[in-house]
């Protein structure tokens, strides 16, 4: 079972500050990954995925990189829609699972 | 407009039966793998089901393995979740999610419904 770690859980900022999550797979999942945001009370929304290419429609500032067994979120340039929850998925196998991240929270400083 | 919504959700008893729906529009459905994900009240998600898009390949998570069975009927543009053997730790929300390509490998998901809430409670 591939095992999807996130950190930090939470992190505090401030609009205009540059955000990096990351995103640890317990196996080499080569670049099957996909970022995605979700907001409160929304279903989630896909920002990137094979973890750097960049989803039709999102803004630039979003961007991705990694591959093996840890991956990057970055947010570069953060606006006041970019508060929200960010969620990694390895999509490497179906069996046992597709397995998301815990999540990390970004909230205004 | 691509669009998935989902419905059928409500109060299920423990032990009991329920089914949600997603009817989707804006795109060849029939080509796409289809997954149910959902996320308990507060909690992250977690990845429960996969169709193909001929419905002839299915996978399952471990956590509903035996008790669930998603099919999908491409004449009517739907997806089901069929949910049997219903538990208190069932509760969340459930999307139905499509796959971005038409690959027939896992895949990231483009588009997700709104979400139907599913409460197991006695």
């Known amino acids: 079972d591939i095992q999807m770690t996130q950190s930090p859980s939470t992190v505090s900022a401030s609009v205009g500050d540059r955000v990096s999550i990351t995103c640890r797979a317990s196996?080499?999942?080569?670049?099957?990954l996909a970022w995605y945001q979700q907001k409160p009370g929304k279903a989630p929304k896909l920002l990137i995925y094979k973890s750097s290419s960049l989803e039709s429609g999102v803004p630039s500032r979003f961007s991705g990189s990694g591959s093996g067994t840890e991956f990057t979120l970055t947010i570069s340039g953060l606006q006041p829609d970019d508060f929200a929850t960010y969620y990694c998925?390895?999509?490497?196998?179906?069996?046992?699972?597709?397995?998301f991240g815990g999540g990390t929270k970004v909230e205004i400083k | 407009e691509v669009q998935l919504v989902e419905s059928g959700g409500g109060l299920g008893q423990p032990g009991g039966s329920l089914r949600v729906s997603c009817a989707a529009s804006?795109?060849?459905?029939?080509?796409?793998?289809m997954s149910w994900v959902r996320q308990a009240p507060g909690k992250g998600l977690e990845w429960v089901s996969v169709?193909?898009?001929?419905?002839?390949?299915?996978d399952y998570a471990d956590s509903v393995k035996g008790r669930f069975t998603i099919s999908r009927d491409n004449s009517k543009n739907t997806l089901y979740l069929q949910m049997n053997s219903l538990r208190a730790e069932d509760t969340a929300e459930y999307y139905c999610a499509k796959s971005r390509t038409v690959t027939k490998g896992p895949d990231a998901f483009d588009m997700w419904g709104q979400g139907t809430m599913v409460i197991v409670s006695s």
């Open positions: 998925q390895q999509y490497k196998n179906y069996s046992p699972r597709l397995t």
């Open positions: 169709i193909s898009g001929s419905g002839n390949s299915r």
């Open positions: 804006g795109f060849i459905f029939s080509n796409c793998a």
């Open positions: 196996q080499n999942i080569n670049n099957w």
